[in-house]
């Protein structure tokens, strides 16, 4: 007798995020991350490039939000499409630990000392959120003149403007249903002060802490919000 199957689950179709505001930081885009947050190994199968993009906060409610709705209905869809609907899936469910997209005010805590940690000073005010991939991220730069280019190294940094190409997938985990956001493509449209994460690398760039180094960027003034 056939044992049955799982159905194969969808993944959702490329979008598209491109705003003046959008910033890129967490960069692990030439290589994979290989350590996790508490600097252990992570199996060679499990190892993916990794980065997380943030914007600033447009309205106190969330569905006002346009990079925020772009990206949850963009995941409710392919949640609705596997799973039947957006229930049970915590990627979805407001303030879930696991929702999708993350709140840069949200408190945080020591996972060691459960001790209150002082906030990011990059995230006070946006939000963010993580994308992956297990395939090479396409990395281009945008020129001066508009066209564009293959990225180096040297292009490539946290603060940096981009726009965005991704998708969103449907897993299911010890019985838990989620969605994840996986980047396609990166472009730098432009370039912004550095990010510097106080919160957990002292005063050093992250680019020097993700062993990316790379010449400082001129500070420019942030552009208006909106589009």
């Not at 409710?76 to 039947?84: E, I, K, L, P, S």
Request: net charge positive; charged share 20%.
């Amino acid at each position: 007798m056939a044992q049955p199957t799982t159905p194969k689950l969808q993944r959702g179709e490329r979008f598209f995020l491109d705003d003046p505001t959008l910033n890129a930081f967490w960069l692990n885009v030439f290589e994979k991350r290989q350590v996790d947050s508490d600097n252990k190994p992570i199996p060679e199968d499990k190892q993916r490039y990794e980065l997380a993009i943030s914007w600033p906060k447009r309205s106190a409610n969330p569905a006002e939000d346009p990079i925020f709705m772009a990206i949850y209905n963009q995941a409710a869809q392919v949640a609705t499409v596997n799973f039947g609907s957006t229930a049970n899936c915590a990627s979805l469910t407001w303030g879930s630990r696991n929702f999708l997209i993350k709140d840069g005010d949200a408190p945080r805590n020591d996972k060691t000392t459960g001790k209150p940690l002082p906030p990011r000073e990059f995230l006070v005010g946006r939000w963010y959120v993580n994308l992956r991939s297990y395939d090479a991220i396409g990395l281009g730069v945008m020129t001066p003149t508009g066209g564009m280019q293959n990225a180096t190294p040297s292009d490539i940094y946290p603060g940096m403007i981009v726009k965005v190409a991704a998708h969103v997938r449907a897993s299911v985990f010890m019985g838990n249903l989620t969605v994840a956001l996986y980047a396609e493509s990166i472009i730098k449209t432009r370039d912004a002060a550095p990010i510097v994460d106080r919160s957990s690398g002292g005063n050093r760039p992250m680019s020097e802490i993700w062993g990316v180094a790379v010449a400082p960027a001129p500070a420019v003034a942030p552009p208006a919000a909106g589009f």
